[in-house]
């Protein structure tokens, strides 16, 4: 069995395409025009494979979603781009400055740059952890000839020490991101944190997963108004929240991993009012007569970190990124370029994908959203988003109270 179905109105254009192969059915969904995400499940039969495939496949025809005739599965622009094998050469133009960029992550997860300048006969070596100052070393030469053989020693050094070289066609789109900086340490409700209590509206329940019930796991909360000068307003204002289910009981996951699903929450809210008391009156059911289980369920909390500070780092885009979102031919082995952006919890910058890119449209305007936070495995927060995957908030540029959230893995 294999069904491709598509669903397009004046908000969205999605696909969705599901296989069956013995045991195994995988369905790949995401944006017409994109290769979209993939996730795959292994049944104890055929016939239970099948079986949930068909409701599967009900279930989106119920969503206004069609089905057309089964397609070659669209690909990305890089599949028919060839890659071009890097050039090294430092031939120096008379009178021209030259300028070379490298990058590298230690076995410490540190991030180091080197780059090297180099006007007629005067070189300038640039070096640090990427986000300080760095140190900078100038030397002069007789001959640019000397200059020649200098800096390709130098970098034929630095390539054999692990460093990438940034292509010169990237340096104009580097983008900051920042590290946030957390202590094991409890906060106001309204506080940037990870885990631990948010703040919740005494007029509120504890958010429930829309698909199994079950409460939602609290992941994270940043105070939009709290955020680092050069950021103020940028995002908006308000707690941005994300709440995601990660009940592993139900023998049909939740899509928690689907952007605007209702097995996760993910909102920007102003904190007025009154709060709870005690937090875990907002989890009790009211009424047990309406609860479908044999108990009440009941959720613990991830460690609280709080956010102290925020570290600036400067960041280039994913091969993914490079090719369809930047439109560039770069002349470079693109697979190496697999270090940048990084794969780590992070504010703003580009967002490092785990499988296929794939940029959420806003509901109200249709316009691409852009990576608000990057929420990954086991960084701040001790849960894996399936195999070491990687989430993504994004958020509509010119509606701030619009966001989404969604996370794929190997």
């Given at each position: 069995m294999e069904k491709y179905l598509e669903c397009k109105d004046n908000k969205t254009r999605k696909f969705w395409e599901i296989k069956v192969t013995g045991s195994l059915y995988t369905i790949r969904y995401g944006r017409i025009g994109t290769h979209g995400r993939t996730v795959t499940k292994e049944c104890t039969s055929d016939t239970q494979a099948l079986a949930e495939a068909k409701k599967k496949?009900?279930?989106?025809?119920?969503?206004?979603?069609?089905?057309?005739?089964?397609?070659?599965?669209?690909?990305?622009?890089?599949?028919?781009?060839?890659?071009?094998?890097?050039?090294?050469?430092?031939?120096?133009?008379?009178?021209k400055i030259v300028f070379r960029e490298f990058r590298c992550e230690t076995k410490t997860r540190e991030y180091k740059f080197w780059n090297i300048a180099v006007n007629n006969t005067s070189q300038i070596v640039h070096y640090g952890s990427v986000g300080k100052k760095g140190q900078k070393k100038e030397k002069q030469f007789t001959s640019s000839e000397q200059v020649v053989t200098s800096i390709e020693k130098l970098i034929q050094q630095k390539i054999a020490k692990g460093y990438i070289e940034i292509p010169s066609q990237l340096l104009k789109?580097?983008?900051?991101?920042?590290?946030?900086?957390?202590?094991k340490k409890k906060d106001s409700c309204t506080a940037s944190k990870f885990g631990g209590t948010p703040w919740l509206s005494r007029d509120e329940k504890w958010p429930r997963c829309g698909e199994c019930y079950h409460l939602?796991?609290?992941?994270?909360?940043?105070?939009l108004a709290k955020l680092p000068p050069k950021l103020q307003r940028q995002y908006g204002d308000g707690l941005l929240q994300l709440f995601c289910c990660t009940n592993e009981n139900n023998e049909d996951p939740c899509e928690s991993w689907e952007p605007f699903s209702t097995a996760h929450l993910v909102r920007v809210i102003t904190p007025t009012g009154e709060t709870w008391n005690n937090i875990d009156d907002a989890k009790k059911i009211e009424d047990m007569e309406d609860w479908e289980f044999e108990e009440e369920d009941s959720i613990g909390e991830f460690p609280t970190r709080t956010i102290v500070d925020w570290e600036k780092l400067t960041e280039f885009p994913s091969e993914e990124d490079i090719i369809c979102e930047l439109n560039l031919k770069l002349i470079t082995d693109a697979s190496k370029m697999g270090a940048f952006p990084f794969?780590?919890?992070?504010?703003?910058?580009?967002?490092?994908?785990?499988?296929?890119?794939?940029?959420?449209?806003?509901?109200?305007?249709?316009?691409?959203?852009?990576?608000?936070?990057?929420?990954?495995?086991?960084?701040?927060?001790?849960?894996?988003?399936?195999?070491?995957?990687?989430?993504?908030?994004?958020?509509?540029?010119?509606?701030?109270?619009?966001?989404?959230?969604?996370?794929?893995?190997?």
């Open positions: 496949l009900a279930s989106k025809i119920n969503k206004q979603y069609y089905e057309v005739p089964v397609q070659v599965s669209p690909t990305k622009a890089q599949k028919s781009l060839a890659k071009k094998k890097q050039k090294n050469s430092s031939v120096i133009e008379s009178q789109h580097k983008r900051s991101c920042w590290f946030p900086i957390t202590k939602l796991h609290f992941f994270m909360q940043i105070n794969g780590s919890d992070k504010l703003g910058g580009w967002p490092h994908w785990t499988q296929n890119g794939e940029y959420t449209d806003c509901s109200k305007c249709d316009k691409q959203m852009q990576l608000l936070f990057q929420l990954d495995s086991h960084d701040n927060i001790p849960y894996s988003f399936g195999d070491r995957g990687c989430g993504h908030i994004t958020q509509c540029p010119e509606h701030k109270e619009m966001v989404a959230f969604g996370w794929a893995s190997h």
